[in-house]
C-alpha cells in the first residue's frame, strides 16, 4: 500500500516514513508544492499525509488539484495551524481526516489504518488478527466467532492496537487516543490503565491470546 | 477638587470686589469735588447778580435798610447785612451745617456759603449766599449701593459667562476625555479625536493620538511576537516528539533509558500545552473564532462532563450538577467549549484527592466550584503565568484564557474561596 507524505519538514518526514514502513506500507515523500503536485499527477496513492504548509504553496492547493483530476485517494491533512477554519476547509475540499502537530506516530498510524481500510472495503470492512475479528462498521469485535462487549473506548483502544503492531505505545498517546486535544491539558494519565487492564481482561476470557505486553515505565505493546 | 474654571473665577471676583470698594470714596470725592465746585460757581452767579441789581436800581440809604430788613428775612439764602470793615475783603468760600433758614424745615442740612462784600453807595455790605448740598454720609450711602448693586451684577455675569464659556470652550477637551476614558488598548483599535479650533486642544489631541498609535503597535508588536514564537515551536517540537517515539521503538532500549524517556515525556507534553495555549490566546485576542449561535449551556457542560470522566474517576472526585435551569448564551461554540472545558479542567487538576466538583447555574451565572485547601491570589489570578509552578500539570495560561474569552463577550468572571470551596462564577 503506498502512501505519500508531504511535509517540509525533513526529519518528521522521515520518522512517519521510518515509523509507517514498518506497518507494511510503501512511503514516498514530497518535501515542497512542486513536487508533491508531481507526484500526484503521476501516481495514485492508498493515502496521503499532506501538511498546509509548504514551500511552493498551500497543501489546500493540492487538495483542489486532486478534486480536478477526480482522484480518490484519503489523504489526511497534517497541520501545525490548529485554526478550525483550516479544519473546516479542508475536510470540505475533500481530506478525509484531520491531525494536529504535534502528534504521536501510533495515533496517526492508527488513523492511517482506518481510513486505507475504509477506502478500500467499503462493504466488509473487517480487520483479521488470529482469532480476533473486528467488524469497523458494526463496531463489535469476535474472538474464535464469541462477540465481545466491548465499551466504545476499549474498542478504540483495540483499534490503536491493532493499527501500531509491535509497536510501543505511550501512555501519553492512548490517553490522547481516548480522550481527544483534552489529554494535553493532564498529566495523569492513570485512567488508561484502568481502560487497558479491562480490555486485556474481556479478551483473555473470550479465550484471546495474551498479545497485549505491559513495557514497564512507558506503555503496551501489541506483540502478534 | 474645584473645577479649572472656577479658580480664576473666584480670583477675578476678590479682585472686582476690591477695586470696587476702593472706587467708592474716590467717587465720593470725584462727586463732592463738582458739587462745591458747581455751588460756588452758582454762588459767585447770584452775588454778582445782587451787586449788579443794587447798582442799577440806585436806592436811598434809609429805603435800602427797609428793603434789606425784608430781604433777609424773606430770602434767607442770601443775607446782605451792613459791615464794620473799613475796607473790602477777598470773596471766601464756606462749607456749614445747620438747620434750613426757611421756616417749616427743622432738618440739619450742609450748605455751601459765599462770603462776599460789596459797596452800594460807598458804603460796605456784607453778603452771604449759602446753598444746599447734599451731606456726606448721604452721598457716601447713594455710592456705596449703587456700587454694591455692580458689583452683585458683575458677580453674576462671571458666573453666567463662566458657564458658558466652560460649556463651550472645554466641549472638545471633554471630547477628548470621553474617548480617553473608552479607549481599549487590548481592542488595539485607534482613537480619533474630533478636530478643534483651539491650539492648545489640537496639540494636546495630536500628542495623545501620536502615544496612543504608539502604544498600539507596541502591542501588536508584543502579540505577534508571542504568537510567531509559539509557532516557530511548534515544529521542533513535533520533531522532537516524533524522536522520542522512534526511541522509544528501539529494541535494545533498556528499562532504565526507557524509564528516562518517560520522564522526559512529561516536560515536553507542558510544553506543548502551554505553546497550544499561548497560541489559542492570540487567536481569541485576533478576533478569530467569529461565527456565533445560538447555545445550550447545559448541553456543552454534560459534553464536556463526559468527555473528562476518565479524568474524575481516576481522581475519585464527586461530581454534583444542579443544572436544573436552562441557559442559553449567544456566542461562539468553540470558545464556550474552550471556556468550559478549561474551567472543568481546573476543577480536576487543582482538585484533590476524592474532592468535590460542583457545578450549578442560577440566573444568568455558572459557577463551578472544587474542594482545595488556601485561598488563591484574586489579584493575580487571571494573568497569564500567575499560578503556575513546576509542580502541577497546569500550563498558567487556563485562566487567561477564559478571562479573555469573557473580556471578547463582555461576561464577568468572579473567584472566591468559601468553606475549602474554590468557586469561579461566570456571568453570562
Redesign the interface.
Known sequence: MKILIVED?K??VE??A??LS?ENYLCEVATTYEQAAEKIWVYDYDCILLDLMLPGGSGLQLLELLKKQNKQDGVIIIS?Q????DKVKGLQMGADDYLE??????ELAARVHSLIRRKQFNSSNIIQQNEIMIDLLGKNVKVNDVELSLTK?EFELLLLFTGNKN??I????IAEH???D?A?????Y??VY??VKNLKKKLAEAGCDNYLKT?????YKWEI | MSKLLNKPFKAFTIYALIILACSIPVYYWVVDFIWMNELDEHNQIIKEGIENSFKKSQIEETELNSILKNWNKLQPGSTLTPSNLSATKADSTYTVEHISAYPGDETIDRFRGLSSYISINGKLYHLQVETNVEETAETMLAITVVTLLFFVLLVIGFIVLNKQIAKKIWQPFRNTLEKLKSFDLTARQTVLFDKTDIEEFEELNQSLQKLIDKNISVYTQQKTFIENAS?EL??P???????M??L??NKDIT?EQ??I??AV??PV??I??IN?NL??LA?IENS??AEVENIELTEVVNETNE??N??I???QITVVKSLSQKLSVVCNK?LLEILI?NLL?NA??HNTREGVIQVEFSGRTLTVSNTGKTALNNEKLFERFAVSSSQ??S?GL?LAIIKEICNRYGWQIQYAFQNNLHSFTVTF
Open positions: 519538514e526529519e518528521l520518522d512517519i521510518k515509523y514498518g501545525a490548529n485554526s478550525v477554519e502537530k504535534p502528534f504521536h506516530h501510533s473506548k509497536r510501543v505511550s501512555k501519553a498517546a481516548i480522550s481527544g483534552i494535553d491539558m493532564f498529566d495523569n492513570d485512567f484502568a481502560h513495557i514497564y515505565g512507558t506503555g | 509557532h511548534q515544529t517540537l513535533a520533531v522532537l516528539k516524533s524522536k517515539n522512534l522509544l521503538q528499562s526507557s524509564e524517556l518517560s515525556e512529561l507534553a507542558r506543548t500545552r497550544k497560541l489559542l487567536k478569530q473564532f468527555l473528562l476518565d479524568y474517576t481516576a481522581k468553540t472545558n479542567i480536576i487538576v502541577t500539570a500550563s487556563g
